[in-house]
């Protein structure tokens, strides 16, 4: 049992006999009933984020409809997932959180909630209040009664917003589960996330980028606020986005896609084998090292072998970065980036890319990025775009970004957050997913696209499992 654990368990059994927490750490008492809110808030000022944050489609600066997708709905706050003070906070949630499974936690809510909707009665709207309410997601004098009214519904979708959910009010298939999840299995969320921050090392900056692979969402973060949070598509199950700090260099308009060898081995091989048409139609082709055409029909490509060339996609609508990559060297030749496939931006579950993150609207973290470059405004960026010509933009100051992976955190405002542990690691020593590229070694490099590539060793991002 982590020691953080046992220690915080046995200040739970104490605290049980009391009528509320014991301080937290680091701060004022916290009420279990009252979403981790501090029991004494101060004054509302311009500054305060909202108590129950308005639901909004982060990313959408752009007018067009082309580059504006349907997004998922998605936690609107300015105050950041991870700053200095993210493991206090999650150090403070977990006390909480062990101390409502010392009291017993909360009440299974049944099934036949889901054929309910706002407006009806039924005895079972009193468990789900009191589920609610054990978690702050209802006022306590909200806690009985057994009509389905604005109150329940106000609190569902702040429930199904802390869980990553479409905030609808209802409780569907999704929202049932994530209500029905034991206590215990939250401690353990908690607590997995704690132990991984405190491994992990990240030089914040006055302006920095933040990825929590588990949310699948990515913030923009200036003087210690979100000033862009977008909505992402990570990794794939069995294709995972591995954890990082590095700094972000470059970015490429209109580029070319190097395939990796992993992906080439998974993907090319087995479809070329079916289809000999195949690269051509993907407007893909083979190379040799002195960057010379080889034709795919002279490849025995049903030996299931990968051939010793390169194989390149060219620029355009078809490509599979899109019109734009984002590049922070690291170890795992991952990368940020555009995708053709803008539809899988706007469901709940957003884990369909071979280890890269797709950006919802990629061309606003760029002229975000890009706010030091003169001449690199988003009009610029979809005029470069435009164009169609390869743009290598090296930024004037390269911005840190962390990929972290928090199933488990708490916000400034003291909401705590939950989304599912989509790699299971949660059950794993930290150590064995958490990298910090802040010196990393210089031996043998690979070539990354951008005007003056980093030096890194090659990595497969299936070899950071």
Not at 2 to 30: C, D, E, K, N, V
Request: charged letters at 20%; one cysteine or more.
């Amino acid at each position: 049992m982590p020691r953080l654990y046992a220690f915080l368990l046995t200040a739970a059994a104490i605290l049980t006999s009391m009528p509320t927490a014991s301080a937290q750490f680091g701060g004022p008492p916290i009420m279990p009933s009252d979403g981790f809110r501090k029991s004494s808030p101060p004054a509302p000022s311009a500054q305060s984020a909202p108590a129950r944050p308005a639901l909004a489609r982060p990313g959408t600066t752009s007018t067009s409809a082309v580059l504006t997708p349907k997004l998922a709905v998605v936690w609107d706050s300015p105050e950041p997932t991870y700053d200095e003070g993210t493991i206090d906070r999650l150090a403070a949630a977990l006390k909480l959180y062990i101390e409502i499974e010392a009291r017993g936690g909360w009440p299974s809510v049944p099934a036949s909630l889901g054929k309910l909707a706002p407006g009806t009665s039924s005895p079972d709207i009193v468990v789900l209040r009191q589920r609610l309410a054990i978690t702050g997601d209802v006022p306590a004098a909200a806690a009985t009664g057994e009509s389905y009214d604005e109150a329940v519904v106000a609190g569902v979708k702040r429930f199904q917003l802390r869980h990553g959910l479409t905030p609808a009010g209802t409780v569907g298939a999704q929202t049932l589960a994530a209500l029905n999840v034991p206590v215990d299995k939250r401690v353990r969320q908690l607590t997995a996330s704690y132990e991984r921050l405190a491994a992990q090392t990240f030089s914040f900056g006055q302006r920095y980028v933040v990825v929590n692979i588990p949310a699948a969402v990515a913030e923009a973060v200036a003087g210690g606020k979100v000033e862009h949070r977008y909505v992402a598509v990570v990794g794939k199950p069995d294709r995972p986005s591995p954890t990082l700090t590095t700094h972000i260099t470059t970015v490429n308009l209109n580029p070319t896609w190097t395939v990796p060898l992993s992906i080439a081995k998974k993907d090319v091989v087995p479809h070329m084998a079916k289809d000999p048409t195949y690269l051509a139609r993907m407007h893909m082709k083979l190379l040799d090292a002195a960057g010379g055409e080889i034709d795919p029909a002279s490849i025995d490509w049903k030996a299931g072998t990968v051939p010793a060339y390169t194989v390149r996609q060219d620029p355009g609508a078809w490509n599979s970065l899109g019109y734009l990559r984002i590049d922070m060297p690291n170890p795992h030749s991952v990368f940020m980036h555009d995708t053709p496939h803008r539809e899988l931006f706007g469901g709940d579950y957003r884990f369909h890319s071979s280890g890269c993150a797709r950006i919802g609207d990629v061309r606003a973290l760029a002229a975000w990025l890009l706010q030091d470059n003169p001449g690199w405004g988003r009009k610029e960026i979809d005029a470069g775009i435009a164009g169609g010509a390869r743009t290598d933009i090296r930024l004037t100051h390269a911005v840190p970004i962390a990929w972290i992976y928090l199933t488990g955190w708490a916000m400034r405002d003291g909401t705590v957050h939950f989304r599912n542990d989509i790699y299971k690691h949660d059950e794993l020593p930290a150590k064995q997913f958490m990298v910090s590229l802040e010196r990393p070694p210089l031996t043998r490099s690979f070539a990354l696209q951008s005007a003056d590539p980093e030096k890194f060793e090659a990595v497969s991002y299936l070899d950071s499992r």
